[in-house]
């Protein structure tokens, strides 16, 4: 501003407006324009302090449309939560009841299977209540040996175990449950009856992303393990039929998952050409092996201690140490290896292959000892399962035309029965002797006795 004196004026001047005071009078004097901009920006002003009010009273209203919509969803909330837990205490108390009724049920057949109410049960061939095997000792795993038959070749009972079909099967080690899995992704869990005539569904066990391509329960059969062509591999538990574990870390679909001796290490194999050795307690990143080749199966557990065997569509056995993940050893077969199973009291190890031969192989000489084969044997799948009875004297097997094989280690003498309409994909034995099961690929697993 420029700023002047006069005796009778002071006079300022702005850049916008000039005002003039004069002490006669005490008049004060501004330009027309300075009026009307102040007059323009008064009405802005009140413009914008009644809008700020409806806004004001607006969101008032809202905040406490807020507020009563907190206290209304509060309310919900706590409604649901006891919905909940209503349902909850419902489902456990009608699991309580039907466990209640497994155990009476259980607790009667026991009861008919001893005699209680004087009624008598003819004992099982083999047992120590059957004399016509004194040549045997008590208690020892009957040998099926006779003029006829050498295993339990009679079909007795046919599941229709899944919707598409049958990939895997295992009977649990205390020989109370059979698992088998499917392309429908499921788990499905059978109670085997004591008199081994009768089996019933017990549980679905599902969240597998993928068709389940090898079973195996832990030594306690509380815990079943899965290996899944979705790149993982799964555990639950079989009293609360829950997954525990997912093993994910693969690149490619995983063929095979079995337990380590503990039970707290877990290997897998796979389509990725690696093996992989999970810590479920540690819950620790597993350690990889690098195999080269694609891996169909593999062999851990009882008797093995740290070693571990995979089996290779390269045509190679492999054994690794776990503690070092090197493979100190190769056994070069002539066939795609679809299937390893072991006999560890006699250091023995099975290897089914494409080429239509299995191979029984001298772990402590690691050479092949014996080769198994029979006109129509034919091994189809790159998954096709193969394996040893329990006390080791005979290899069963499944082919392409339905029929399964049954060889007898010593002899190499062989029986077959066609029972199956389809590609016999896996055989397992009960941990008796007295039972066996077959699946095929469609949808079905048959049940077979002495």
């Known amino acids: 501003h420029i700023w002047a004196y006069s005796s009778y004026h002071i006079w300022a001047y702005s850049s916008y407006h000039i ?49 009563d919509m907190e206290r209304d969803l509060a309310h919900l909330t706590q409604q649901v939560l006891g919905h909940k837990m209503k349902e909850a205490e419902d489902l456990n108390n009608e699991t309580s009841v039907s466990k209640k009724l497994l155990q009476l049920t259980r607790l009667k057949e026991l009861q008919e299977s001893v005699g209680i109410g004087n009624k008598k049960v003819p004992p099982l061939k083999g047992s120590v209540g059957d004399m016509s095997g004194a040549n045997e000792k008590l208690g020892a795993t009957p040998s099926f040996v006779d003029d006829v038959v050498i295993y339990p070749a009679t079909p ?7 919707d598409v079909e049958v990939s895997a099967l295992c009977f649990s080690p205390d020989g109370n449950y059979l698992a088998t899995g499917g392309g429908d992704k499921m788990v499905k869990v059978w109670n085997v009856k004591q008199d081994l005539r009768t089996v019933d569904s017990r549980c679905t066990l ?4 993928g068709s389940i391509m090898s079973l195996q329960f832990d030594q306690s059969s509380g ?23 997912t093993l994910s870390g693969h690149s490619n679909k995983v063929l095979a998952a079995k337990f380590l001796e503990d039970n707290y290490k877990v290997v897998t194999g796979s389509h990725d050409s690696t093996l992989k050795l999970w810590d479920l307690q540690r819950g620790m990143n597993p350690k990889t092996f690098l195999a080269i080749s694609r891996c ?9 201690g740290s070693t571990i065997i995979s089996g290779h569509l390269d045509q190679k056995v492999r054994l690794w140490d776990a503690r070092s993940g090197n493979a100190n050893e190769e056994i070069m077969l002539e066939g795609k ?30 050479s ?10 034919n091994v189809s799948l790159d998954w096709s399962r193969a394996c040893f009875s329990p006390e080791g004297k005979y290899i069963a097997a499944g082919s392409h035309d339905g029929t399964v094989f049954v060889w007898e280690v010593a002899t190499g003498k062989v029986r077959s029965k066609k029972e199956h309409s389809s590609v016999v994909v896996s055989c397992s ?10 699946a095929e690929r469609t949808k079905k697993v048959t049940l077979w006795r002495q």
């Open 296 to 304: 169909n199966d593999v062999i851990a557990g009882r008797g093995m």
């Open 368 to 377: 092949v000892v014996n080769t198994f084969t029979a006109e129509g044997f």
């Open 337 to 366: 290896i679809t299937s390893l199973d072991h006999l560890p009291e006699r250091q023995l190890l099975l290897a089914c292959c494409r080429d239509n031969t299995i191979r029984l192989i001298d772990l402590r000489q690691k």
């Open 206 to 209: 599902s969240g597998s992303g």
């Open 429 to 438: 034995w009960h941990p008796s002797g007295y039972l066996f099961a077959s």
């Open 156 to 162: 007795f009972d046919t599941l229709e175990a899944h």
């Open 223 to 245: 815990v079943i393990l899965a290996a899944s062509q979705d790149n993982t591999a799964r555990i639950w538990g079989l009293q609360d039929q829950r997954t525990k574990h």
């Open 19 to 67: 005002w003039a005071y004069s002490s006669s009078c005490h008049i004060w004097a501004y330009s027309s324009n300075c009026h009307i901009w102040f007059s323009a920006l008064w009405s802005r002003l009140q413009a914008i302090m009644g809008e700020h009010q409806s806004l004001q009273a607006l969101y008032n209203s809202r905040q406490a449309k807020f507020k």
